[in-house]
């Protein structure tokens, strides 16, 4: 079964940066494809990032040029480096791993 685990997420102001990390617990990690997704309050879930097992990337609009994806198979982690944050991208963030398995999440709160 797998375990995905992320972290990372908090509080910061408008223009500032985070890093999420995702830890995933399978044995073949390397070949998943792995994605970030979020959801605020009142809207469904959106994914924002993904990766490939290749190491291919492809975001959404909304993200584009901001948030960057990238995955370390040596210790079966991912990771979401957010720049340049906005108070709309406040949401509950969540790792996927595969194609249905997905994280409990992690908030990220951007002030104004």
């Known amino acids: 079964q797998v375990q995905v685990v992320e972290s990372g997420g908090g509080l910061v102001q408008a223009g500032g940066s985070l890093r999420l990390s995702c830890v995933v617990s399978?044995?073949?990690?390397?070949?998943?494809?792995m994605g970030w997704g979020r959801q605020a309050p009142g809207n469904q879930r959106e994914l924002v990032a993904r990766i490939s097992r290749l190491g291919h990337t492809s975001y959404s609009d909304s993200v584009k040029g901001r948030f960057s994806i990238s995955r370390d198979n040596a210790r079966n982690t991912v990771y979401l480096d957010m720049n340049n944050l906005r108070p709309d991208d406040t949401a509950v963030y969540y790792c996927k791993a595969g194609s249905s398995t997905w994280g409990q999440g992690t908030q990220v709160t951007v002030s104004a």
């Open positions: 399978h044995k073949w990690f390397s070949a998943l494809p």
